[in-house]
C-alpha cells in the first residue's frame, strides 16, 4: 500500500506556502504603515 505525500507538517509544499503568506503579510503591514502614518502595534492599541 503506497502512501499519498503528505501536504501537512513540516514538508516542502507547506514551509513554501508558510513564506509566501509571511512575505505577503509583512508587506501588507509596510503599505499600512505608509498609507496610515502610524506603526503597527499603535493601529492595533498596543503602542
Not at 11 to 40: C, D, K, P, S, Y
Amino acid at each position: 500500500m503506497a502512501e499519498s505525500p503528505s501536504r501537512f507538517g513540516f514538508v516542502a509544499f507547506a514551509e513554501t506556502w508558510n513564506g509566501r503568506l509571511a512575505m505577503l503579510g509583512f508587506v501588507i503591514g509596510l503599505a499600512t504603515e505608509l498609507l496610515t502614518g502610524q506603526g503597527i502595534l499603535t493601529q492595533i492599541g498596543l503602542g
